[in-house]
């Protein structure tokens, strides 16, 4: 049901206040909704943690949603994201009534008295309005992957059948399913969730990219070993052949079309590599032929994962082109790359910006100065697809 021209007026009222504070609404929205902790676990933590990255995106998000409140095709990407992102977490629709309740209820607390019976209405009309449709973007999403050959709904049980070092800090882990059947191709570039048992902690959800092939026998993810983080040490530690792992199905907006119809360049930074090796597993199985640029940046040789099997690729695949950045090489990683680091001038002078299809994946100021380079470039953002690891946030929304 389409909103009223009175909820609309209001809502879009309302967006200094969310201008102004939107981010603490969103903060004590968290709180409040995590006093369950039910639903907290629902969640991945790692992102409100000391860096509060989920409570910045989200109100980067309320906000757009209230100035578009009158037009949602410029939302059609962010909802595409959140959907896939609820699919992976298993969110379903009897979780929605916990955040309105806990949304309207952080509003009337941060906003006071500005924070009338007709903004509080007219909020949880626009609320439940978008939730609908979330609701029932997910239900398409659970049902396909409920159909597929090889699919499931909910989390499915996978054993570690291998476990391989990739660099000083990238593990590799080779999963099947622990009932023997297939499982469904995942599109190249997409993830894996996982609900993780670690002692002492509550259920933990995380995100791993798919590193390899699609195909039917398994996955793999290739997780990097972070300084503190719970979930990646304890796999890393923990982790070995025969391990048990709960997994939802393949999830993600990211990933590459099944036949490519320009060149492609795939351009990763640090562990940004895995989505982009899918990628290029995928196209050396199926499109051989399809003009490609691999374009990485590591820190040095000791942390750069993957190349061998990206030398193997290059000596097999007469149009891909590789090309290494290591922004600080050691003496032993002589003739492993370029020194320094990938830039929006290099991309001009040496990858097709013209008519090439651009995948990024890497750390945040990695993908905001190339994709904004990108763009400066004359490359049309339909023709820029990035990923990041954790929520988007104020510092991609240009």
């Known amino acids: 049901m389409p909103l009223s021209d009175t909820t609309i007026a209001i809502v879009k009222a309302t967006v200094p206040a969310l201008e102004q504070h939107g981010l603490a609404i969103t903060q004590r929205m968290y709180e409040r909704m995590f006093r369950n902790p039910e639903i907290r676990n629902l ?10 990255s989920q409570p910045r995106a989200l109100a980067t998000a309320v906000l757009a949603y209230a100035r578009h409140i ?14 896939q992102k609820h699919a992976g977490l298993v969110i379903l629709p009897e979780h929605y009534p916990h955040v309105a309740e806990a949304l309207l209820g952080a509003i009337g607390e941060v906003l006071g008295e500005a924070a009338t019976p007709e903004v509080l209405a007219a909020w949880g009309e626009a609320y439940w309005t978008l939730a609908d449709i979330l609701i029932g973007r997910e239900a398409q999403i659970y049902r396909a992957a409920a159909e597929a050959r090889g699919g499931w709904r909910g989390w499915r049980r996978f054993v570690v059948a291998e476990q391989s070092p990739e660099s000083a800090i990238i593990t590799s882990f080779t999963l099947r399913p622990e009932d023997g059947g297939p499982v469904m191709r995942h599109r190249p570039g997409q993830y894996l969730t996982f609900r993780l048992q670690v002692p002492g902690q ?10 390899s092939a699609p195909g039917e026998a398994g996955y793999r993810i290739s997780v990097k070993r972070e300084p503190r983080g719970v979930a990646s040490n304890w796999l890393h530690d923990q982790a070995v052949p025969g391990t048990v792992l709960e997994v939802a199905a393949p999830a993600g907006e990211f990933f590459l079309p099944e036949r490519p119809d320009r060149p492609v ?10 989505p982009l090796l899918s990628m290029l597993e995928a196209i050396a199985a199926e499109q051989p032929a399809l003009e490609t640029h691999w374009v990485h940046g590591a820190i040095d040789g000791s942390v750069l994962a993957f190349g061998p099997r990206v030398a193997e690729l290059a000596r097999r695949l007469p149009r891909l082109r590789t090309t290494i950045f290591l922004e600080a090489p050691r003496a032993a990683d002589a003739g492993q790359g370029e020194a320094g680091r990938v830039t929006p001038n290099w991309l001009r002078r040496n990858t097709p910006t013209e008519v090439a299809d651009y995948y990024l994946c890497g750390p945040k100021p990695f993908l905001r100065d190339l994709v904004g380079g990108l763009v400066a470039a004359g490359v049309p953002a339909d023709r820029i697809h990035y990923e990041f690891f954790g929520p988007a946030d104020e510092l991609l929304a240009a």
């Open 43 to 52: 969640f991945n933590q790692s992102h409100h943690g000391e860096t509060g």
């Open 202 to 211: 509550p259920p933990l959800k995380r995100n791993y990219s798919i590193s």
């Open 265 to 274: 360049v795939l351009l990763s930074g640090g562990v940004g590599l895995t």
């Open 70 to 83: 009158d037009n949602l095709g410029p939302m059609s990407g962010a909802v595409e994201r959140i959907a």
